[in-house]
């Protein structure tokens, strides 16, 4: 791309350099990167590589790759066990929490497309847990876990959306 590669990134007349630890990309619902480099999360334009959005969900802690689901909500976490697994709004709102506190390190979480399922992929526990909720007005809960033995570190559904791949 012409702007490529991205060195800085300006958000409400705030510029960053990026320098620190990348730690995941992801493409949001319109097509626009999200970028997580150690405690902040960007949107940049995939045409012109403006940034969009900041928001620094656990600040001092490295995020793990972000989750979107259909709507656009983002889904963010830390690698490091202990700190919250959050919602966000497509223009990085701040909407809650899915849990307070993560079990486990992660690399990555990924969320189904409806938004109501959190895949939490906890590779020292060797398992993903299963955070879920009856629709977006309710809490999440603990509903199961799934690949006992398994250790994942990253995770993405299948660009026709049937497949999640661990």
């Known amino acids: 791309a012409s702007f490529s590669p991205i060195k800085t990134i300006t958000v409400g007349g705030v510029t960053d350099t990026l320098f620190n630890s990348s730690l995941g990309l992801r493409e949001d ?21 403006e940034g969009m959005n900041k928001v620094q969900p656990v600040v001092g802690f490295g995020g793990t790759q972000p989750a979107v689901a259909d709507n ?3 889904f963010t976490a830390t690698v490091l066990p202990a700190h919250p697994i959050q919602e966000f709004t497509s223009d ?4 809650g929490n899915v849990i307070d506190e993560s079990v486990g390190y992660s690399r990555t979480v ?5 938004g109501n399922t959190v895949y939490w992929t906890s590779f020292t526990n060797n398992i993903i847990y299963l955070f879920s909720r009856p629709d977006e007005f309710s809490a999440f809960a603990l509903a199961d876990s799934i690949l006992p033995g398994f250790n994942c570190e990253s995770a993405t559904w299948s660009r026709d959306g049937n497949i999640l791949w661990l």
């Open 29 to 49: 619902k319109d097509g626009n990167i999200l970028h997580y480099t150690y405690d902040a999360l960007y949107r940049i334009n995939y045409q012109t590589g």
């Open 72 to 74: 656009g909500n983002v």
């Open 92 to 95: 990085f709102t701040y909407i």
């Open 110 to 114: 990924e969320v189904s497309h409806d």
